[in-house]
């Protein structure tokens, strides 16, 4: 026989407010329990350890992002030292080269004081500005002038000896024939026995020549010539040039001396002019030379 039952259309229970307030009273006694006796951190550490997977799944973009970054950024930073260290190698090295240049420039100039103090014509330091690219003349111009008491004809000499000739001057530079070149002819003589004899620039490059000897004239290779006074604008007793060959022709009855000069213009930026009275008529080198040879 089937038993008649009700149906039940709607459950009874409690109500949604209570059960709120029971979750709320339930959440602050957790709270409290766990504030004064942290009875639930084995509970947090293990719920933690379960989460951790995932909080890490989550971030793994971020770090992949940032450790990128990073690389990126250790990168550029290792290349930027690279280019200052670079530039400080660089620089360093300029520095170097520049005291090491000063250093030598310093060295010269006490040796120029040195000549000076020797000499006793008063000079005028003067200082190379550059050299005129011509192939055909050995010039240097240099800083002073007119303005400084240079004036042309004036000799122009190192702690090596003679350099040149002041040949053109300016208010505020002036202009030097070397030794080698063509437009200079210095009266000399050999130190080792006073020999007189004219020095030529011009016949071969470096080098200086004495022309017009005789077969038998008294000069060998490494005899040192030294300006002999004559003609007033060259001191006595300035180092010229050192012998290195001679070369005697029979047939004619004439001889020809090479010479290095001793002086080194292309090695130094410093020069002493010496302000000898060139007050006297110019007299032109060939007509000098040929004055000297006769006289000789």
Same mark, same amino acid.
């Given at each position: ?37 942290? $009875? ?83 000079? $005028?330091?003067?200082? $190379? ?15 002073? /002038? ?9 000799? $122009?000499?190192? =702690? &090596? ?60 290779? /490494? ?8 003609? &007033?604008?060259?001191?006595? &007793? ?8 001679? =070369? ?33 008529? =110019? ?7 040929? /004055? ?5």
């Amino acid at each position: 026989m089937q038993e008649n039952r009700t149906l039940t259309l709607f459950r009874h229970g409690p109500t949604a407010e209570f059960r709120l307030f029971v979750l709320v009273v339930l959440a602050l006694s957790l709270l409290i329990v766990d504030a004064r006796w942290r $009875v639930l951190d084995p509970a947090r550490q293990a719920i933690s350890v379960v989460l951790y997977p995932f909080q890490r799944l989550v971030l793994a973009p971020r770090d992949a992002v940032e450790t990128f970054n990073n690389w990126v950024d250790a990168a550029a930073l290792a290349r930027t030292e690279k280019e200052a260290l670079q530039r400080q190698r660089i620089e360093l090295a300029q520095i170097a080269t520049h005291a090491a240049q000063m250093s030598a420039e310093n060295e010269q100039l006490r040796r120029l004081l040195n000549v000076a103090d020797t000499v006793s014509q008063p000079s $005028v330091a003067v200082e $190379v500005l550059y050299e005129p690219p011509n192939a055909f003349t050995h010039h240097l111009i240099f800083n002073k /002038g007119t303005s400084d008491g240079i004036r042309a004809g004036m000799p $122009v000499i190192d =702690e &090596g000896g003679v350099v040149g000739q002041v040949v053109r001057v300016t208010p505020f530079t002036s202009e030097a024939a070397l030794l080698t070149d063509d437009k200079v002819s210095i009266p000399v003589q050999v130190l080792r026995n006073g020999l007189r004899l004219i020095v030529f620039g011009g016949s071969l490059s470096g080098k200086v020549e004495v022309r017009y000897l005789t077969a038998n004239a008294d000069i060998k290779r /490494g005899d040192t010539l030294i300006t002999s006074g004559i003609g &007033g604008l060259f001191p006595a &007793g300035l180092s010229v040039a050192k012998i290195d060959s001679v =070369e005697r022709d029979s047939a004619t009855g004439f001889a020809r001396a090479i010479a290095s000069p001793l002086s080194h213009p292309e090695r130094y930026r410093h020069f002493l002019v010496l302000r000898v009275d060139v007050s006297k008529p =110019e007299v032109h080198p060939e007509a000098q030379s040929n /004055g000297s040879q006769a006289g000789h």
